[in-house]
């Protein structure tokens, strides 16, 4: 929102020892966000009325001309394309060094070898309209020499630009008024009372006795918060003065006649929205506010065609719509050249049913804007009397008909808050005298009632609907108007305690440090959403559709993941185009969907991705998820698929499970984890050309216990061990661990541990595998029988399982 | 007699060098020092020398002999590392194809981003005796509205761009606060704590919006909390943030869940506050909306306002990601490309 501050001046006088700037930045510290100061109609000062004297065609183009011209001081000469030069016109000149609207400032140059001595400018480039077609053509008898701001009488200005979010809080703040109340807290300067008691007298006199010539009615259901009406006769339609054009240009608002112009101005001042009929037009001589009743479409000043539902309250008469009760009125009613009779409206509309409405529409006005902030009902009666006195003033010969009516009027409620001084220095930290407290409160219209040490603050109307509700607001008022930058920083006091990081983020931490430091991984982040076709790309059976978003952005991330792993498929997909081989990892979420209250659960997962486009990945993905369980000092299992234990990251019908690179993670008892290489089934989906191994590791179930390390100490041995190697022959696709199993049977007291020394393949069938096992005897030294008696008990073991030595 | 013992040395020194395996050390050495050798041949001689002779001689010949036997040990081990060297040769590999320069060695490794950002304010306010919070990202409309003084009528409701799920009950929390409010729930004042995490809005996304994004939430609750603690926690916090004495500056700021709301403002770090393009001049960024605990959300949180207060500040994460790296487009952030988070490697 844009603020004149010609028109503050008006209610304030400002300090004239500090500069635009700071005037602006103490206003951004006490109130509201100035995002720019701007001054306006400079420019205009120094661009001059000229008099074209001779046209010359451009030697080397044939749109332009070279003009000269009579500055009533000397001749110069520009080169102009405008087609509507001619001599003996009088036209704006903008000489060499001028800075136009939109910060362009003319200098010396040659237009196709010619030089030109400035400009002459058509309305747009003088920020005047919107006209490019050719000059601003002046009357002809307008002064050569004179600047077009004295022949204008425009005045120039200074634009305080407010950013509308700091404001939406602030009702009061969206008129000039109210924020000139704000200047003369924050400054300390007075503020002219000019709504006064005799102000309100003065107008009332216009009343007459007549019957008024509209009636208005108000259903009870309706929004309506009060309406406030009164017709006007004999006013004749004509442009405003141009001061009122100057401040509602500055203001962002087109000057359009003097009676929209009034309209627009007092809503300006005020805050508060209004609305003026072509009286003739109001049908019936009577307005209805009602609800829609049904569906139905209403087209609106702007000629556009609205989509009205049941609900929606309307302005009515007896026959017809006129308008969408605090948005926006119908192109009906609306004020013609012709107009004599008017009635103007002041009424006050729910914020929260304005609000509905509008976004519905996709219709925000200056008035929607303005209700949604909830206005007070109290503010009705004077803008509309301030909407006479300038009709008043702009059309004297203009008479008020019969009374103001008042209808379906509910106050705002009064708004008592008790407070005290020392309450307030010890939320700001800072002690502020009871004095300067009542005087800053007086400064913007709050009452203070002093008893004792007790402050009864009475809240100006306009302020209770929703801005100010308890203690804190009050407190707020007085911290921003003595300056946060007055608040010296204290230390709060600290209680001598320890902190640490919970057990689930020092487990989510550690598993990141071993990914990047011991797997190599690169961490990554991916959207936590997913779509339909992802997880039919990936085929996964669980969709969660019940965890669909009524408005996502877009399909494929229209609902939550309910695994992490179409979500590393795609990116490892993608990543396969830049890369050989790869590692990445996820400590990431998916998402559960549960029946009843619970709704859903986030799972906080571990996923990671190795891909190598040639070889498998997937010992090497073994290789660090088995240690990282004792890195997290977990008791962990790595299991083979078993249609008993379901596992809950891995639905038991995906096809994506591989037929022997799969082991299920168990922690505690329960399937937690899995590491997989993907099926070439499904990466042929994802069009990956190599191989896949993915893990995931859900640490929801335990990240929030202390997990205790458990590690122990053992006395080194005092007597050396002795070594056995055997090699023995077995199928080749049985697994090492078949035999190290039968081997952890066996029966010898002084076996201390059992590893593969070598595995050989011999032949498509066969391998041959050597066992190293190591035997101790903690209290002496093994003699020579013992061992060969342990020795012949390990060949025998394997033996009878099947594994032969080798001869 | 001396004459010929100077010959012999001057011919000794001119062949121990050409000596290049031990066998020919070994003959070279009982060729001098041998009984038979040429040094005793000399010293025949001195039987009939006189003493005077006899000592001179008997002298130089010791220091000689001395001589021999140094340089020979020299020279061995010369040999000895000639032969290893040679040996080395044959096992010669070449020790700049490391795996940094090749297609096939292990790829680079490390933290994305945002945790390195994260973790670094974690640790910060860990070491200001802060707990660390989180919350599930699926939320319901009582933790991330409702009790943040946020009720279905509250145009905040629209500024917020949510994300909601079918049963328009629950949603996509939209900021970190419902930490907070989480928080409040598990504690018993005084406390103070953080919530990191990510947080969705329903908006757009260009280079410099997105929908998931990062924040960071931070509430202090106790007896007599005030602006100027508030004041001066930020200006501590920021300080260590960016490693400098940062200037701060509050002005009134709008946010349902605090009264009064600030928006702090941080002196620009890159004009130091005389204005430039990054500040619009005005030597101020805006850096986070903060404020004193609204009385309604502590009672929504099982807080007490009569009897406890506090602070309450947000910290958006990615935008300090972008501003210390130099990151022009958020949307790398979730992009999970390697070749963007490669370039954060820890080693
Ligand atoms: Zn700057």
Redesign the pocket.
């Known amino acids: 929102m844009n603020i004149s501050i010609n028109w503050i001046k008006d209610y304030v006088d400002l300090p004239d020892d500090i500069t635009l700037g700071e005037l602006g930045t103490r206003f951004t510290l006490a109130t509201c966000e100035v995002e720019g100061v701007e001054t306006t109609g400079e420019h205009l000062k120094a661009v001059k009325i000229v008099e074209i004297t001779e046209i010359e065609q451009h030697p080397d183009a044939d749109r332009l001309n070279l003009v000269t011209f009579n500055t009533g001081e000397e001749q110069r000469r520009v080169v102009c394309g405008a087609p509507n030069v001619a001599v003996g016109k009088k036209v704006p000149f903008a000489s060499i060094g001028t800075t136009l609207p939109g910060g362009f400032t003319l200098v010396p140059k040659k237009i196709r070898g010619i030089a030109s001595e400035g400009m002459l400018c058509a309305e747009d480039e003088l920020g005047l309209g919107e006209a490019h077609d050719g000059l601003l053509i002046l009357d002809d008898d307008a002064q050569i020499g004179m600047s077009l701001a004295d022949y204008l009488g425009t005045e120039s200005d200074i634009v305080f630009e407010i950013d509308n979010k700091s404001i939406t809080h602030r009702p009061d703040l969206w008129g000039h008024y109210g924020m000139a109340r704000e200047f003369a807290a924050v400054f300390g300067r007075p503020l002219k009372d000019v709504f006064s008691k005799e102000w309100r007298e003065g107008l009332k006199a216009l009343y007459t006795d007549e019957e008024p010539p509209v009636t208005i009615t108000v259903e009870e259901d309706s929004c309506c918060l009060g309406f406030t009406g009164i017709s006007m006769e004999n006013v004749t339609v004509k442009p405003s003065p141009q001061w009122m054009q100057d401040r509602l240009s500055t203001c962002g608002m087109r000057p359009i006649n003097n009676i929209v112009d009034i309209s627009n101005y007092v809503m300006l001042e005020t805050g508060m929205p209004n609305h003026i009929y072509d009286r003739d037009t109001i049908k019936g001589g009577e307005i209805i506010v009602r609800r829609m009743g049904e569906d139905g479409v209403f087209v609106t000043l702007d000629e556009q065609e609205r989509n009205m539902i049941a609900t929606d309250t309307m302005v009515c008469d007896k026959e017809r719509i006129s308008g969408i009760g605090g948005i926006m009125g119908g192109l009906d009613s609306s004020i013609k050249d012709s107009t004599s009779r008017i009635f103007l409206e002041s009424a006050n509309w729910r914020d929260s049913e304005v609000r509905k409405t509008s976004v519905r529409l996709g219709l925000r006005t200056d008035a929607s804007q303005r209700y949604e902030k909830s206005l007070d009902t109290n503010l009705l009666e004077q803008s509309l009397l301030r909407l006479v006195e300038l009709l008043k003033e702009s059309c004297p010969e203009a008479v008020v008909v019969g009374p103001m009516q008042k209808t379906a009027m509910q106050p705002t409620p009064e708004l008592k808050i008790t407070c005290s001084a020392d309450r307030i220095a010890r939320v700001l930290g800072e002690t502020v005298a009871a004095e300067r407290i009542v005087e800053i409160l007086e400064s913007l219209d709050f009452k203070v009632t002093v008893d004792g040490d007790v402050l009864i603050v009475d809240v100006p109307s306009y302020r209770a609907t929703k801005d100010i509700e308890f203690e804190a607001d009050i407190i707020e008022e007085i911290g921003r108007v003595i300056g946060y930058d007055n608040i010296t920083p204290v230390s709060p006091i600290n209680l001598a305690e320890t902190t640490r990081l919970s057990d689930a983020k020092q487990m989510q931490r550690k598993i990141q440090d071993y990914m990047v430091f011991h797997a190599r991984a690169l961490e990554v982040m991916t959207y936590p959403m997913i779509g339909k076709k992802l997880l039919e790309q990936a085929s996964w059976p669980i969709k969660n559709e019940k965890l669909t978003l009524v408005n996502a952005l877009a399909p494929e991330l229209s609902r939550m993941r309910p695994s992490m792993v179409p979500t590393l498929l795609e990116k490892a997909a993608q990543n396969q185009k830049n890369f050989n081989s790869f590692r990445f990892f996820e400590m990431g979420r998916s998402y559960e969907s549960l029946e009843g209250q619970a709704y859903s659960k986030d799972r906080y997962q571990l996923g990671v991705v190795f891909f190598d486009k040639t070889g498998s990945p997937f010992l090497d993905l073994l290789n660090v998820m088995k240690p990282l369980m004792n890195f997290l000092n977990l008791k962990a299992q790595f299991e083979p698929a078993n249609e008993k234990y379901p596992n809950p990251v891995m639905p038991a019908e995906w096809s994506g499970v591989h037929p022997h690179e799969y082991l299920n993670i168990k922690v505690m008892g329960k399937n937690c984890g899995i590491v997989n290489t993907v099926h070439p089934i499904i990466t042929r989906q994802f069009k990956i050309k190599g191989n896949v191994a993915v893990a995931i590791f859900d640490i929801t179930d335990f990240m929030d216990r202390e997990i205790k390390d458990k590690t122990k100490y053992t006395a080194l041995p005092k007597f050396p061990s002795s070594k056995f190697d055997c090699t023995v022959v077995a199928d080749a696709q049985t697994p090492v661990s078949d035999i190290l199993r039968v081997m952890n049977k066996l029966k010898v007291k002084e076996a201390e541990g059992v590893k593969i020394l070598d595995v050989f393949k011999m032949s498509e069938e066969q391998k041959t595998v050597t066992i190293r096992t190591t035997f101790l005897d903690r209290e002496k030294t093994l003699s020579p029988e013992v061992l060969r008696e342990a020795e012949d008990k390990v060949v025998a073991t394997l033996k009878k399982a099947g594994f032969p030595l080798k001869v | 007699m001396l004459q010929k013992l100077e010959e012999l040395k001057k011919e000794f020194r001119e062949s121990v060098e050409g000596l290049t395996d031990k066998n020919s050390l070994a003959k070279f050495k009982s060729d001098y020092l041998g009984k038979k050798g040429k040094l005793n041949d000399i010293l025949k001689g001195m039987r009939s020398a006189t003493t005077d002779v006899k000592k001179s001689v008997g002298a130089a010949a010791n220091e000689f002999k001395q001589e021999i036997q140094e340089s020979l040990v020299k020279q061995l081990a010369k040999i000895e590392i000639d032969e290893i060297n040679s040996q080395l040769k044959k096992s010669w590999q070449d020790v700049t194809l490391t795996d940094d320069v090749q297609v096939k060695g292990l790829q680079a490794s490390g933290y994305h981003p945002v945790t390195l950002i994260q973790r670094e304010i974690e640790d910060i306010f860990i070491s200001m005796g802060f707990d660390i919070l989180d919350g599930p990202h699926i939320e319901d409309d009582f933790h991330n509205f409702e009790a943040l003084n946020i009720p279905a009528t509250h145009p905040a409701r629209d500024m917020q761009d949510t994300f909601w799920f079918t049963d328009m009950a629950h949603l996509l929390r939209t900021h970190t606060s419902c930490i907070q409010v989480r928080g409040m729930e598990a504690h018993e004042p005084p406390f103070k704590f953080v919530g990191p995490g990510k947080v969705f809005r329903c908006e757009a996304t260009d280079a410099s919006h997105e929908m998931a994004f990062h924040q960071l939430e931070g509430m202090m609750v106790g007896k007599d909390i005030s602006v100027a603690n508030l004041i001066y926690f930020m200006k501590t916090l920021l300080s260590e943030i960016f490693r400098k004495d940062v200037n701060v500056r509050l002005r009134p700021g709008f946010f349902p869940f605090v009264e009064p709301g600030f928006e702090l403002d941080i ?19 805006e850096l986070l909306p903060c404020g004193m605990v609204h009385p309604n959300v502590l009672r929504a949180g099982g807080i007490d306002p009569e009897q406890w207060n506090g602070f309450a500040f947000g910290l958006g994460l990615d935008r300090l990601v972008m501003m210390r790296y130099h990151i022009d487009d958020i949307r790398h952030l979730h992009s999970g490309d390697l070749r963007f988070v490669e370039q954060f490697k820890a080693y």
């Open positions: 002196e620009c770090l890159i004009c130091g506050g005389t204005g430039c393009k990054v500040c619009k001049q005005s030597g101020w960024v």
